[in-house]
């Protein structure tokens, strides 16, 4: 059955037809090992920006000793309110409106030498073997994971696969989250801080088993880059660059946000990839 594929706007509900959810299972291996999960349908809001401000101590003593030698005024603290009120965004809301499955984990090495034939990443030096093949793909261009993709399509002809939108990757990665991610939380799972890639899955999932959605390396997806530290309710649909999402293992805890995305082609050698997988 041909795949149907439309955006709505401005509220950008992203559609394909694939069997009922009911028929699916919650994972699903292909014939190179990749696995991937099932993403059911849901909303979020995209691109919400309301940054803290300080705000003058409460009439308690304790809250006044704790202010003690900051020395702001009550003018200080409106100029600050003030400042972030002009920066704030308050979002707009996306609805994914069918169901689809996406990469459990970031495409490693071994896939994409199963798929392509050779190995461009830049971290397989002098690794155990199956150690090397077990760490994400790096080193590859949005041009690249075309190849991958096209060749992909060719072995498994059962399915069709392609890069996530912006949308649909930062949906399946906030898995239900309304807020940005704590920074205990982006320790606990997130490969970050490093001097190089891990490998895949080493850390805590995210609440719908997905390993690695921000750190180890950026991924790329599938919508051209807006010049804007947040994704539009429409996608460009031309651009110089493409979109870079989740962070690397170069960044830290500030780095890594499902909220804001960046463009590629970044390092290189930290740009990696996951995969969407549509049923036909």
């Not at 805590?204 to 539009?232: C, H, I, M, R, S």
């Amino acid at each position: 059955m041909n795949t149907t594929f439309k955006k709505l706007f401005p509220t950008l509900a992203v559609l394909f037809y694939v069997a009922p959810a009911s028929a699916q299972s919650a994972t699903f291996t292909n014939q190179i090992g990749m696995e991937f999960v099932l993403i059911q349908p849901g909303s979020m809001v995209v691109g919400r920006f309301q940054p803290p401000y300080p705000k003058p101590p409460k009439a308690d003593s304790a809250s006044k000793k704790a202010a003690e030698g900051l020395q702001w005024t009550n003018k200080d603290y409106q100029m600050a309110e003030k400042l972030v009120k002009q920066d704030a965004k308050p979002g707009f809301t996306v609805r994914i409106s069918h169901p689809f499955y996406i990469g459990k984990f970031e495409v490693t090495q071994a896939q994409w030498k199963q798929v392509v034939g050779n190995n461009p990443s830049a971290f397989q030096g002098n690794k155990v073997k199956d150690e090397a093949d077990r760490h994400p793909v790096e080193q590859v261009t949005w041009q690249d994971t075309q190849t991958f993709l096209a060749k992909l399509n060719a072995l498994d002809k059962a399915h069709h696969y392609r890069l996530p939108t912006e949308f649909e990757w930062e949906y399946a990665a906030r898995a239900g989250a309304n807020d940005d991610i704590s920074w205990r939380a982006i320790w606990a799972s997130a490969q970050m801080g490093s001097t190089t890639t891990a490998k895949v899955g080493q850390k805590t999932p995210n609440a719908w088993g997905l390993y690695d959605t921000l750190g180890n390396v950026w991924e790329w997806v599938q919508d051209f880059y807006n010049e804007k530290l947040f994704a539009d309710p429409a996608p460009p649909r031309s651009g110089k660059q493409h979109v870079l999402k989740g962070a690397s293992f170069v960044g830290d805890v500030k780095n890594a946000t499902y909220m804001t995305h960046a463009a590629g082609p970044g390092n290189g050698w930290d740009v990696g990839f996951r995969v969407v997988m549509e049923t036909k």
